[in-house]
T-cell receptor, first 114, second 111 residues
Framework: DTEVTQTPKHLVMGMTNKKSLKCEQHMGHRAMYWYKQKAKKPPELMFVYSYEKLSINESVPSRFSPECPNSSLLNLHLHALQPEDSALYLC?????????????FGDGTRLSIL | KNEVEQSPQNLTAQEGEFITINCSYSVGISALHWLQQHPGGGIVSLFMLSSGKKKHGRLIATINIQEKHSSLHITASHPRDSAVYICAVGPKETSGSRLTFGEGTQLTVNP
């Protein structure tokens, strides 16, 4: 069982819809991440939150809006997405935001944009 | 040239075979990670290394910092080992938590 829980597992939405992806961890980790992964490609970092503050934004379009309401929760709000945004969205967490710590990944949300 | 290169890209083995996946990188690193991704999508962190060798069950990971090279070995492979194995490094030059990923190795173990 994964210690990072993502909901929903699958999401189909139209280009005019607004939806949110959710991620939750209860390991006391203070860094949380959003990744986007296209088929047969490695994950691409989108955002990093450290101590509930946005520390890294990898020039992600504004139609993706992250939110970290508390240290256990991470949301990704979606609005006016494009078909090329269809992908697997992975959430991860680590104890602190350091690259020499293991990251714990969720199972992902598979997003399809119609 | 990518900062992290994995080989082979695809690997097919028979159950019971010894498997090696290689990872070379071109930057100074704080740590190297081996990750496993099954077809369902979830990623599992297998190892994090900054020197030497680690072992967990049938999996062994080694790293040579001077040669900028790491290997992941699977002994007595099993069909359930079929997955994509990804090498990722935490470069020293970049701040915080960014990882640089290899393209992954697709492993298929046939019964």
């Amino acid at each position: 069982d994964t210690e990072v829980t993502q909901t929903p597992k699958h999401l189909v939405m139209g280009m005019t819809n607004k939806k949110s992806l959710k991620c939750e961890q209860h390991m006391g980790h203070r860094a949380m991440y959003w990744y986007k992964q296209k088929a047969k490609k490695p994950p691409e970092l989108m955002f990093v939150y450290s101590y509930e503050k946005l520390s890294i934004n990898e020039s992600v379009p504004s139609r993706f809006s992250p939110e970290c309401p508390n240290s256990s929760l991470l949301n990704l709000h979606l609005h006016a997405l494009q078909p090329e945004d269809s992908a697997l969205y992975l959430c991860a967490s680590s104890q602190l935001g350091l690259s020499n710590q293991p990251q714990h990944f969720g199972d992902g949300t598979r997003l399809s944009i119609l | 040239k990518n900062e992290v290169e994995q080989s082979p890209q695809n690997l097919t083995a028979q159950e019971g075979e010894f498997i090696t996946i290689n990872c070379s990188y071109s930057v100074g690193i704080s740590a190297l990670h081996w990750l496993q991704q099954h077809p369902g999508g979830g990623i599992v962190s297998l190892f994090m290394l900054s020197s030497g060798k680690k072992k967990h069950g049938r999996l062994i990971a080694t790293i040579n910092i001077q040669e900028k090279h790491s290997s992941l070995h699977i002994t007595a492979s099993h069909p359930r080992d079929s997955a994509v194995y990804i090498c990722a490094v935490g470069p020293k030059e970049t701040s915080g938590s960014r990882l640089t990923f290899g393209e992954g190795t697709q492993l298929t173990v046939n019964p």
